[in-house]
């Protein structure tokens, strides 16, 4: 028997965790926060503890597991968003296991384990993406394929594991962008492959499955940024965007285009800084080589200083799209910081606000304080890492899996699948299952 255990994940959009158990071994699918709760604690500057992230439900619940923790074999993480990797420096070091991703999600975790002193027990492996490998189970190898897919970060994954009832295909947060600013395509060869030799489930991302589009390749949202920053009239006015600090495509995208302005590009905040490292460390990013990294407060505050005298010849690549409380444009927002905003200069957003009662809130009122000094505002200079309702259609008629879980949120997130599903021929409670945290899927 197989069963598939929906640890977190599918009760609201993050806390990712799913753990594959056959008759002697199972298997971890990444771990991840749940992003609201985190950026709530950090406001009141706690300490993040294991009990502590808990009781605010900012981890997964992965007591449901408790009682096979010592069939673990394996702990896997699809990619560096914190939503699927955060929690592995708290939770991980229960599982004698050993922690498997690439080489860009192994760099950002092992900054993350840094930023809060811990070292893990467990040893950890960094394998590129497209590579097949084996994992020891107690009596028998298991092989896993590391599959590379597109989405808005560096080196993502679709996970594959070779079982005897068939492969299960673990494929949280992708889209299919064949034509990617940075990385590598979605390899459909070896998915396909997978495919003709028969795949028992798909537990897939269904966070945008009520959309009704494909979703459209990172090349358009490079376009909408030099729409916006190549054409705008005021040259000597203060540039400022914002964005996903671990979408290195864009980041390239902003810096290839700062060239062209001939404005040095400057980059702002610790979560730039750390995804930016990680992606150099890799050697997947030369072009931040020559883009100056301000992370600490003292260090960010001698730079503003500069930049105030000399707005026209700067661009600000800055944390805070999302509003949150102590990023650089939320504190430029309430005057906290030696930089002025003025009338007419220009601050983009290259984002999108995330779908959160907490992010509308808090993005509301930033842009709100930001409007109040008059600048010109430019928003959704973007395209999603998700992928739509027909990127979802062509990807389970790739795979043609005998099971679909729908994941990547509660109910009103996944529901729309089961539509999808049912045009497809599979029947809800039979061969589409809709989960809930903590819940245990028995095929």
Request: charged residues 25%; hydrophobic residues 40%.
């Amino acid at each position: 028997m197989v069963k598939i255990h929906t640890v977190g994940g599918f009760s609201e959009v993050g806390k990712n965790m799913v753990v594959v158990e056959l008759e002697e071994d199972a298997f971890i699918f990444d771990e991840g926060f749940f992003l609201p709760a985190i950026v709530s604690m950090q406001e009141r500057d706690k300490v993040m503890t294991e009990k502590r992230l808990k009781s605010i439900k900012a981890v997964p619940d992965d007591s449901a597991i408790a009682k096979i923790k010592h069939k673990v074999r394996a702990q896997f993480i699809s990619h560096a968003h914190l939503d699927h990797v955060g929690a592995i420096p708290y939770l991980s070091d229960k599982y004698n296991a050993p922690i498997y991703g690439t080489p860009f999600t192994m760099q950002v975790l092992d900054s993350l384990l840094a930023d809060n002193d811990i070292v893990l027990k467990n040893k950890s492996f960094a394998i590129k993406p497209n590579t097949t490998f084996f994992v020891k189970g107690k009596k028998q190898k298991y092989k896993i394929d590391f599959i590379s897919i597109t989405h808005s970060t560096a080196q993502c994954l679709m996970i594959a594991i070779q079982t005897p009832k068939g492969a299960i295909i673990y494929a949280n947060d992708f889209k299919l962008d064949d034509t990617p600013v940075l990385g590598l395509k979605p390899n459909y060869k070896r998915l396909r492959e997978i495919a003709k030799e028969g795949v028992l489930t798909f537990v897939v991302d269904s966070l945008y499955s009520g959309s009704p589009r494909k979703t459209p390749s990172e090349k358009v949202a490079r376009v909408l940024l030099e729409e916006v920053l190549l054409t705008i009239q005021n040259r000597n006015a203060g540039m400022i965007i914002t964005t996903f600090s671990s979408h290195i495509a864009r980041l390239k995208s902003i810096v290839e285009f700062g060239k062209k302005l001939n404005r040095e590009v400057i980059f702002l905040g610790r979560s730039l800084d750390k995804y930016s490292t990680a992606a150099k460390n890799i050697g997947i990013a030369p072009f931040l080589n020559d883009v100056r990294i301000s992370r600490y407060r003292r260090e960010v505050e001698k730079t503003l200083k500069k930049i105030e005298r000399k707005r026209k010849d700067y661009l600000i690549v800055c944390t805070g799209h999302q509003g949150e409380p102590g990023s650089i444009l939320e504190r430029l927002s309430r005057h906290q910081l030696p930089f002025k905003i003025n009338k007419d200069d220009n601050i983009i957003f290259s984002s999108s606000v995330i779908p959160t009662p907490v992010n509308k809130e808090q993005f509301a009122k930033m842009e709100g304080r930001l409007k109040k000094s008059k600048p010109r505002i430019f928003r959704d200079a973007h395209v999603s890492g998700h992928g739509g309702q027909e990127d979802l259609r062509d990807i389970i008629q790739i795979i043609n899996p005998q099971h679909v879980i729908p994941s990547h949120g509660g109910f009103d997130k996944t529901k729309p699948m089961v539509e999808l599903t049912k045009e497809l021929g599979y029947k809800l409670h039979k061969t589409c299952h809709l989960m809930q945290d903590g819940g245990v899927l028995k095929l």
